[in-house]
């Protein structure tokens, strides 16, 4: 299992921005599955966006057109960009990467962001 640590959650008002990192102790050149999901209290957990190794991004319908997924790889990062944020939003974010599909993906502790209006 590969850790992967989350930064950059914290408050900000309706409308603000904030920039999510989820840093990993090992290459993600070749990683299969890059995401970001997140759980608000009381809902299931739920996936926000996604790149593949093919380069194919998703991103669920609530979130289409404000965030944006992205990857560095020299710094074995992969970043959310959250713009136009909403108290819907609000929720743990977690990071989770499938380095090798033979094996199981890795999950960070996440990391809280909170929008209020």
């Known amino acids: 299992q590969v850790p992967l640590v989350e930064s950059g959650g914290g408050l900000v008002q309706a409308g603000g921005s904030l920039q999510l990192a989820c840093a990993a102790s090992?290459?993600?050149?070749?990683?299969?599955?890059l995401s970001w999901y997140r759980e608000a209290p009381g809902l299931e957990r739920e996936l926000v966006a996604s790149?593949?190794?093919?380069?194919?991004?998703y991103y669920g319908d609530f979130v289409k057109g404000r965030f944006t997924i992205s990857r560095e790889n020299a710094k074995n990062t992969v970043y959310l960009q959250m713009d136009s944020l909403e108290t819907g939003d609000t929720a743990v974010y977690y990071c989770?990467?499938?380095?090798?599909?033979?094996?199981?993906?890795?999950w960070g502790r996440g990391t809280q962001v909170t929008v209020y209006s």
């Open positions: 989770y990467v499938e380095f090798d599909p033979f094996e199981s993906g890795s």
């Open positions: 790149l593949t190794s093919g380069g194919s991004a």
């Open positions: 090992g290459s993600i050149d070749r990683a299969d599955f």
